[in-house]
C-alpha cells in the first residue's frame, strides 16, 4: 500500500515538473509583435500590395503568421472612416502602422505619436503634411512614395503625342482623395498650354464610375484620363471594359491598368514602393527608428502601351513614342 502512495506521488510530482516546465517555457516565449495594416481601399484589387509588403517584411526575417501577426483594417473607399479604424489599431496597441494612401496615412498620424506609421502612397508626404523632409522624416512616422499624382503634366502629353486628335479630354477625380485639387490644377494647366479643353468627372465608387464614363459621350470626349485614386485602381478592369465599349482612349498611371486593357500608362512600379514600405516595417521591429529613415522615392518611371487596345481603338502608335516606351503589351 505503501509502495502505491509511494509510485503515484512520483507520478504526480513527474506530472507537475512537466505542467510547470511548459509553463516556464510559454513565459519565455516572446510575445509575437503585431503590424496594422490601414488601407484606403478595399481587398479586392489589393493582392499585389499585400504580397509586396510581405516580400519587403520577409526581407528583415519576418513572416505573416510565423513570427509576425498582421490586422487588416479596410476603408473600402469610404475614406471617412478611416480616422476610427485609426484609432482602433492604437486602441490595440499594434506595434506598427503601415498606412496605404495619403488619406490613410494622414489618419494613422492624427490617431498617435507613439507608434511607429510606415506609409506607402502616391503623393508628396511633404506636401501632404505627413514628414518635414524626405531626407529626414521626423518623429514617428515614415514610408515610401511613388510620386504617381504629381506626374499629371507629363502624363498628359504622352497621351496627347499617343492620340493627338481629340480637342476635348476628361479627367476621373475621385473628390474624396486628399490631392484631387493638385491633380485637377496640375492637368487643368497642362491641358491648356496644349489647347485641349479639359472635362472633369468624379466618381467615388462602382456605380458612379459607370455613370460618369458613360456621360463622356455626351461630353463628345473620345479621351479620358484616370487620377492616380485608389478606387480606380482596385476598379482597373472595370474602367478599362467601359472605356473600349465606348471607344474610349485612356491614359492612367499605373501598369496593371494597362495591362487590364487602358491604352497607356505612365508612372512607377508600385508594387517596389510596397515591398520598401514592408522592409521598412521590418527594419522598425527589429528596433530601428523611423525618424532615421529616410522617405524611399522612385527612380524610374516606365512609359507602357497596351498595342491590342490601340489596335481596338483604331490608333496608330507613334514609332517615336513606341520606340521611347518601357513595354509594349501585345
Not at 127 to 143: A, K, Q
Request: net charge neutral; glycine share 8%; aromatic share 6%.
Amino acid at each position: 500500500m505503501r509502495r502505491r502512495k509511494i509510485i503515484a506521488f512520483i507520478r504526480g510530482a513527474a506530472a507537475l515538473s512537466a505542467i510547470s516546465s511548459s509553463v516556464a517555457v510559454h513565459a519565455q516565449r516572446p510575445a509575437m509583435p503585431v503590424v496594422g495594416y490601414l488601407h484606403g481601399g478595399s481587398p479586392k484589387g489589393e493582392e499585389y500590395a499585400i504580397t509586396a509588403f510581405g516580400q519587403g517584411l520577409s526581407e528583415t526575417g519576418y513572416i505573416a503568421g510565423e513570427n509576425v501577426a498582421i490586422e487588416y483594417h479596410w476603408a473600402n473607399g469610404q475614406y471617412d472612416q478611416l480616422p476610427a479604424l485609426a484609432a482602433d489599431l492604437v486602441r490595440h496597441q499594434v506595434d506598427v502602422i503601415a498606412a496605404v494612401t495619403p488619406v490613410a496615412a494622414l489618419a494613422a498620424k492624427q490617431a498617435t505619436t507613439s507608434i511607429p506609421i510606415v506609409f506607402s502612397l502616391g503623393s508628396d508626404p511633404v506636401r501632404d503634411g505627413l514628414v518635414g523632409s524626405l531626407n529626414r522624416p521626423g518623429e514617428n512616422i515614415t514610408g515610401a512614395t511613388f510620386f504617381g499624382n504629381l506626374l499629371s503634366a507629363k502624363r498628359l502629353d504622352l497621351f496627347h503625342r499617343l492620340v493627338p486628335k481629340p480637342t476635348v479630354i476628361s479627367i476621373l477625380l475621385n473628390p474624396k482623395n486628399a490631392n484631387v485639387e493638385l491633380e485637377r490644377h496640375q492637368t487643368q494647366e497642362a491641358a491648356q498650354l496644349l489647347g485641349l479643353q479639359l472635362v472633369l468627372l468624379q466618381a467615388t465608387n462602382e456605380h458612379e464610375i459607370d455613370e460618369a464614363i458613360a456621360s463622356l459621350i455626351q461630353q463628345r470626349a473620345a479621351a479620358l484620363i484616370v487620377s492616380g485614386d485608389v478606387t480606380f485602381y482596385s476598379r482597373r478592369q472595370q474602367i478599362a471594359e467601359l472605356a473600349l465599349r465606348h471607344n474610349i482612349a485612356t491614359s492612367c498611371p499605373y501598369r496593371a491598368q494597362t495591362a487590364a486593357g487602358c491604352l497607356m500608362s505612365y508612372g512607377a512600379n508600385i508594387s517596389e514602393t510596397h515591398r520598401q514600405a514592408g522592409n521598412y516595417v521590418g527594419r522598425i521591429l527589429k528596433g530601428e527608428k523611423p525618424a532615421d529613415l529616410p522617405v524611399q522615392q522612385p527612380t524610374k518611371f516606365e512609359l507602357v502601351i497596351n498595342l491590342k487596345t490601340a489596335k481596338m481603338l483604331g490608333i496608330e502608335v507613334p514609332i517615336g513614342l513606341s520606340a521611347a516606351a518601357d513595354e509594349l503589351i501585345e
